[in-house]
């Protein structure tokens, strides 16, 4: 497949930039300089110091600085590892959709450029596969080290938004790409890496859970005044015709138990005036 990236490396020379931070987790999330996993990483030689270095200075300005519909977070156990949500842009068929993402950077990054893969069903990549930009591993020929986490990204969610085909991409209707936003968010909280990422987010589904049932709730049909009447007119006229039958039972009970001994009485009559009629017949 002929890569469309290739001619796309001025795509990310401009960037809109957000004055506001994710204060409480920026605020967590900027003592990594002295936490322990960045001295593990470069005791165990993972990373050139100047790769830790750079990425540490890069992770504090998106704290300081977020780009607007990108966050970026490296993985606790490992620096050169990071994790992104991209946020669909309003008027394409990615509105509304969260797009959880890996880059994987190499050891001599800032000098050699990074992998990048989506984790999230989107429509326009293919997940957990490679992603053919201008600024991936796919191009290190045309590799700036002038670039950043926040221009990688920024690249990646315009071209996301484009549909030029590129290798790692997938064609697909707008129908099925807004069908897979309204279900990324759900898609992302079974991941546990997301989950601890980026609680925000996490937060925000749990929200939107709550106000969905409390709005079914609120639609769902409830019983009214008069069918509830109606109702309660009708069993009672139910109840009063079982009456009436137990009562009609009972009466022609009494009646077959007050007509049975008029019969026997009669009969015994009979009998008894045949019997005195026996000695006036006889000669």
């Known amino acids: 497949m002929h890569c469309i990236a290739c ?3 001025s795509e990310i020379a401009c960037f809109v930039y957000r004055k506001s931070c994710f204060s409480p987790i920026c605020a967590l999330n900027l003592r990594l300089k002295n936490s322990s996993w960045f001295s593990l990483s470069i005791a165990c030689g993972m990373a050139d110091k100047s790769c830790i270095k750079r990425l540490q200075k890069e992770y504090r300005a998106l704290c300081k600085e977020p780009v ?11 620096i050169l590892e990071w994790h992104y949500v991209l946020e669909g842009s309003e008027g394409t068929p990615f509105a509304g959709g969260y797009y959880h993402g890996k880059i994987k950077f190499p050891p001599e990054y800032p000098y050699k450029p990074p992998g990048i893969s989506m984790i999230t069903p989107n429509g326009r990549f293919m997940t957990q596969k490679k992603i053919c930009l ?6 290190p020929e045309s590799w700036n080290p002038m670039w950043s986490v926040s221009s990688i990204l920024t690249g990646l969610l315009s071209f996301m938004m484009d549909n030029s085909p590129t290798t790692g991409s997938v064609n697909t209707t707008a129908a099925e790409k807004e069908r897979l ?3 990324s968010l759900a898609f992302n909280c079974k991941n546990p890496t997301f989950r601890k990422l980026f609680p925000e987010y996490v937060e925000n589904f749990n929200q939107q859970q709550q106000s969905e049932q409390l709005v079914a709730e609120q ?12 109702k309660l007119i009708e069993k009672v006229k139910s109840m009063e015709g079982n009456i009436n039958k137990a009562a009609d039972g009972d009466h022609m009970k009494r009646n077959r138990k007050q007509s049975f001994p008029t019969w026997l009485m009669l009969l015994l009559f009979s009998i008894f005036g045949v019997l005195m009629a026996l000695p006036l017949l006889q000669p």
Do not use: N
């Open 68 to 78: 607007s519909h990108i966050v970026a977070r490296p993985s606790p156990s490992d």
């Open 7 to 9: 001619s796309r490396s």
């Open 219 to 230: 639609v769902s049909p409830k019983p009214s005044v008069e069918g509830e009447a109606r």
């Open 134 to 139: 201008s600024m991936s591993d796919f191009h």
């Open 181 to 183: 936003a309204k279900a």
